[in-house]
């Protein structure tokens, strides 16, 4: 394996900022740069062990001769596992750009592994020194930072008293229509029991008016002969009165 053409700094490591809950610290970022002092143009890419807690700008690239470039590496916002720390290293990986060729992406396929020149850095991560903030009696920052830390972690989990107090009365005004809602209803199917039964009413009354005024018709058919034999009588009784007298 050839040795690697181009300078590196720093050379040998990366340092990193962690709070003292294992944090990274937020916005901070670590710069590497990368220059070829030879007469070739060289193909570079910045691997890790680490890919998912890393941000790297760029990643790879292309270095023509006499030139230089800054890589910015950006820890992400998680936790590191003290368990990992000696695990996390960082490579730059370089090869001789063939001449003629543009396509990259196909170079780094085609190159063969003993013409690659790789590069490891090391990962070194800093925290708060005790003793300094003990000299400059900063104690109570860090307890200060250390509960503010706690608190987020406790809102995230426990929802806030004044949402908790909304959603509350939220409810309870929605309780409150639909008790209106059923009592509507319930004095609505009063009002339509009352009138299906005055409906009923109406419709017996008509039933007994009508059985009142309209006559029988088997009783008038009853009747009529014994009128018939009444008024025969009546005459009968005139005429024999008149013979008698």
Not at 59 to 83: C, F, H, M, R
Not at 185 to 214: A, C, D, M, P, W
């Amino acid at each position: 394996m050839p040795n690697q053409v181009l300078t590196i700094d720093p050379q040998n490591e990366l340092k990193f900022k962690v709070d003292f809950s294992g944090l990274f610290e937020q916005g901070y970022t670590t710069h590497m740069r990368l220059t070829n002092p030879s007469s070739d143009t060289v193909l570079f890419k910045i691997k890790t062990t680490a890919p998912k807690k890393y941000c790297v700008r760029p990643n790879s690239g292309v270095l023509e001769p006499n030139s230089k470039v800054d890589i910015a590496i950006t820890p992400q916002p998680v936790y590191l596992d003290p368990n990992e720390k000696h695990k996390h290293k960082f490579m730059v990986q370089s090869v001789i750009a063939p001449e003629g060729r543009t396509n990259i992406d196909q170079v780094w396929k085609e190159i063969s592994p003993d013409q690659l020149m790789d590069y490891k850095l090391k990962c070194v991560f800093e925290t708060p020194r005790v003793s300094n903030l003990n000299d400059s009696g900063d104690n109570a920052a860090q307890n200060e930072v250390t509960k503010k830390r706690a608190a987020a972690t406790e809102d995230a989990k426990v929802p806030k008293h004044d949402n908790l107090e909304s959603d509350l009365q939220k409810a309870t005004s929605e309780v409150l229509l639909l008790r209106e809602e059923e009592s509507k209803l319930r004095h609505e199917n009063l009002q339509l029991k009352e009138e299906l039964l005055r409906l009923h009413q109406k419709v017996g009354e008509g039933r007994v008016r009508r059985h009142s005024y309209t006559p029988d018709k088997n009783a008038q058919a009853t009747l009529i002969p014994w009128i018939a034999i009444a008024i025969g009588m009546a005459f009968l009784g005139i005429i024999i009165g008149k013979f008698l007298m």
